[in-house]
């Protein structure tokens, strides 16, 4: 378990389901006021249950990550429940599968909408009051693939790639002022329930059979990383990519 995060407003996008998920719950557990947001408030809720039941505080907020004003008012609501927001998870993503020449313009801009621009105007609406208090961690959730490149996800893996180039730039700029950024790459994770009614399918055996960990990772994995990046224990991390990915970045 690392440091606690006791006193700690955390807002993690696309928290109401998956990965994000298991992100909010981890900072919860640790301590954290954890702020679910995505566009289901019928998930969204459940989250915020979930982690009330075991004892943790969350409030949920609805946001479509589709522009930088709907970027921009979902920090301004998340900073109103606690006054203020000291960790930033940009999770929320998607990942259309399509060849270059298949992919339509709307779901080229969906993708770079949701996984490049709202954790651009995410930092820029919330980063400065970090650095008025002098601390402030975000985590960029990228993937294995932004290095890799995929062919059939080439709109996908190039915007990790995109939101890789920004951590870097971010981690360069806000550093000095107390605020870390770093990043975790998920290799293929799938929840337990869904590991379970794909066990045996041909496609999903090639993925393992390619995979050093020879198994699916897990999102509460991904959750146990962010929070050790989050955490006081990561405090001389800047610039970080961490790979949780059962090896799959490997060349
Ligand atoms: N699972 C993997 O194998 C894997 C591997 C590498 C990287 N990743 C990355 O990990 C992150 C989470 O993936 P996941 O597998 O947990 O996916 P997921 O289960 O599909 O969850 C995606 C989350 O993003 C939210 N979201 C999507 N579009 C949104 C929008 N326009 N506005 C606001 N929220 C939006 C969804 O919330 P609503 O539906 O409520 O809007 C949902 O909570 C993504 O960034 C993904 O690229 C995943």
Redesign the pocket.
């Known amino acids: 378990m690392s440091t606690p995060l006791n006193g700690k407003t955390a807002l993690v ?8 998920r298991a992100i909010a719950d981890a900072l919860a557990e640790r301590g954290a006021h954890v702020i679910v ?4 408030a019928e ?2 809720e459940q989250a915020v249950a979930g982690i009330r039941e075991a004892g943790g505080k969350a409030d949920f907020i609805a ?4 522009s930088a004003d709907s970027a921009r008012a979902l920090a301004e609501q998340a900073r109103a429940v606690t006054g203020q927001i000291d960790i930033l998870v940009n ?5 259309p599968e399509g060849f270059t020449v298949d992919t339509a313009e709307d779901v080229f801009d969906t993708v770079y909408n ?2 490049v621009k709202a954790p651009f105007f995410l930092v820029a609406a919330l980063v400065p009051a970090m650095i008025e208090r002098g601390s402030g961690a975000v985590v960029n ?5 932004a290095d890799k490149a995929a062919p059939d996800r080439a709109a996908y893996s190039s915007s ?1 790639a995109a939101l890789n180039n920004l951590t870097k730039a971010w981690a360069k700029q806000y550093g000095p002022s107390g605020v870390r950024v770093n990043s975790v790459a ?5 929840p337990e329930e869904v590991q379970a009614a794909i066990a045996g399918d041909p496609r999903a055996s090639a993925v393992l059979d390619a995979l050093p960990a020879r198994r699916f990772g897990l ?1 509460r994995e991904i959750g146990a990383a962010v929070a050790y990046l989050a955490s006081d224990d990561a405090a001389f991390v800047h610039g970080a990519f961490l790979s949780v990915d059962g090896g799959a970045g490997l060349a």
């Open positions: 996008t696309g928290s109401t389901s998956g990965i994000g947001s995505g566009r289901n998930r969204g946001a479509d990550l589709a999770n929320a993503g998607v990942f949701t996984n959730i990228s993937s294995f693939a990790k998920p290799g293929p994770v799938l999102p």
